[in-house]
């Protein structure tokens, strides 16, 4: 886990400072049109992978015929997708009253691609948990690419700039990521492999494309309801608070299920293994997060000038609902240990309705009030995501919460003083440090007297770490 933090941070570290310097380049209306863009790349993506990656994870007498069978499967629905974007384009520009949409998703769906064919190497790196491979992958990837969207920015290529960004960062990954694997792949197909795979891997496709949905669905009506301009401002909004947790669910989901599979059939062991994962996440997850909300006007401001100021409000409610989908997704990545994909399709059709319901309510009073449906979505899907684990393992909603109690709270007492503190000082840059002193010093020295050992016990492990 902790390599697997220093790949995905440090990777988002990076995308962090381009993105700053693509805001202040790129206007409000060239980011919403992106953004409707990879919506629609989104969900091909989602096909592609299918939920064999996790399939492979899971099974543990993998072979090479399961292998190049999903790595042939992963080409072969690449094509079909970027053929269906390629024609229904002029329909999404249509729809949209955006005519460059078209040329757009066309170029954009090259990518598709190029994930087909890193697919099979990233899950392998992943099985060998060769998180140190991937992060160099990664990095060098999302430098180069950055470098050149901020050239193209800068010389008003608006959203092409990060278009090509995106096509950039993926073929340099394609190239990179197979000189890290020690494996040679064959366009070979085996129906035994297939529907073995698929009895675990379609449940998790369903699950991932109606999950796809619950994440994508409000950008899609904001860019029709709205405006583009008004998506802009929410993607930007947003993107702050899922840099963080990209980089910090992703660690969870590729390094959980792996760990978690080992333990399977140890349910005692499980359990206690979940208990440790919910208890030191908490420490972490809930001060990182209410830091972000409680400064999201200076760090909106300072960082990208006050033409995002309307991204502020979004970006902190986000930040709170993504505290709470962290942990809540530990229990999806502990049924998927256990082989049970069928019980979080389940979860998600209820999930999918409460958000669209919620959402459908919010959208005429604008991008705020869409912001706290999603808030208020996200806390009732905990109560769902912990359903079945309260069931059948006796470590449920109550159970989490009570093992997590002390974070919440400190990190709620601390947002508020924080906040009121920040009434009386003007500037923005000493807003933040004062936050960062609260959110450090004082948080550190309030767990040590509620007697939480959990970060000196993470601390204790990056200092051993070889």
């Given at each position: 886990?902790?390599?697997?933090?220093?790949?995905?941070?440090?990777?988002?570290?990076?995308?962090?400072?381009?993105?700053?310097?693509?805001?202040?380049?790129?206007?409000?209306?060239?980011?919403?049109?992106?953004?409707?863009?990879?919506?629609?790349?989104?969900?091909?993506?989602?096909?592609?992978?299918?939920?064999?990656?996790?399939?492979?994870?899971?099974?543990?007498?993998?072979?090479?015929?399961?292998?190049?069978?999903?790595?042939?499967?992963?080409?072969?629905?690449?094509?079909?997708?970027?053929?269906?974007?390629?024609?229904?384009?002029?329909?999404?520009?249509?729809?949209?009253?955006?005519?460059?949409?078209?040329?757009?998703i066309r170029v954009l769906g090259i990518t598709l691609f190029f994930q087909a064919a890193t697919s099979i190497p990233q899950t392998l790196l992943t099985i060998k948990m060769d998180f140190r491979s991937l992060a160099k992958v990664n990095i060098i990837a999302s430098v180069f690419s950055g470098v050149i969207a901020i050239y193209l920015a800068y010389h008003e290529y608006g959203e092409m700039a990060i278009i090509w960004q995106n096509i950039l960062r993926t073929l340099i990954i394609t190239v990179l990521i197979w000189f890290f694997i020690d494996?040679?792949?064959?366009?070979?197909?085996?129906?035994?492999?297939?529907?073995?795979?698929?009895?675990?891997?379609?449940?998790?496709?369903?699950?991932?494309?109606?999950?796809?949905?619950?994440?994508?669905?409000?950008?899609?009506?904001?860019?029709?309801?709205?405006?583009v301009k008004s998506l802009g401002f929410y993607t930007r909004g947003t993107q702050f608070s899922d840099m963080i947790f990209g980089s910090v669910y992703s660690i969870y989901s590729s390094v959980l299920l792996p760990s978690l599979s080992s333990i399977q059939n140890d349910k005692e062991l499980l359990i206690k293994e979940t208990r440790n994962i919910i208890k030191t996440s908490s420490v972490l997850i809930f001060p990182l997060f209410t830091f972000l909300a409680v400064t999201s006007k200076p760090i909106i401001i300072l960082l990208l000038t006050e033409k995002w100021m309307e991204a502020a409000p979004v970006m902190a409610i986000i930040c709170v609902a993504r505290a709470?989908?962290?942990?809540?997704?530990?229990?999806?990545?502990?049924?998927?240990?256990?082989?049970?994909?069928?019980?979080?399709?389940?979860?998600?059709?209820?999930?999918?309705?409460?958000?669209?319901?919620?959402?459908?309510?919010?959208?005429?009073?604008?991008?705020?009030?869409?912001?706290?449906?999603?808030?208020?979505?996200?806390?009732?899907h905990?109560?769902?995501?912990?359903?079945?684990?309260?069931?059948?393992?006796?470590?449920?909603?109550?159970?989490?919460?009570?093992?997590a109690k002390t974070p919440i709270l400190v990190s709620t007492v601390l947002s508020l003083i924080t906040l009121f503190c920040h009434e009386y000082i003007p500037n923005n840059l000493l807003k933040i440090f004062l936050s960062m002193f609260v959110f450090s010093i004082v948080y550190y020295c309030t767990l040590k007297f509620f007697g939480l050992r959990e970060l000196d016990k993470l601390i204790a492990k990056f200092k051993g770490l070889k």
């Open positions: 886990m902790i390599w697997s933090s220093l790949e995905k941070f440090s990777v988002q570290g990076v995308s962090f400072a381009i993105g700053i310097i693509l805001a202040r380049l790129l206007t409000p209306k060239e980011y919403g049109t992106v953004g409707l863009i990879l919506v629609f790349i989104s969900f091909s993506q989602v096909f592609i992978d299918s939920g064999f990656g996790a399939a492979l994870i899971q099974k543990q007498d993998r072979n090479e015929k399961d292998i190049n069978t999903v790595f042939t499967f992963n080409f072969i629905v690449a094509l079909i997708c970027y053929a269906i974007i390629w024609l229904i384009a002029p329909l999404i520009s249509s729809y949209y009253h955006i005519e460059e949409l078209v040329y757009f494996w040679k792949p064959k366009f070979s197909f085996f129906k035994k492999s297939f529907f073995t795979l698929f009895s675990f891997g379609s449940k998790l496709l369903i699950s991932s494309l109606l999950n796809n949905i619950l994440n994508n669905v409000s950008s899609l009506f904001i860019g029709k309801v709205l405006s709470i989908t962290i942990i809540s997704g530990v229990n999806i990545s502990l049924l998927y240990a256990i082989g049970r994909s069928d019980l979080v399709l389940k979860q998600q059709y209820f999930k999918l309705t409460i958000r669209i319901v919620f959402l459908l309510i919010s959208f005429k009073f604008g991008i705020i009030w869409i912001a706290l449906a999603e808030l208020l979505a996200t806390l009732v905990f109560f769902i995501n912990t359903y079945y684990p309260g069931k059948y393992m006796n470590y449920g909603a109550l159970s989490q919460i009570n093992d």
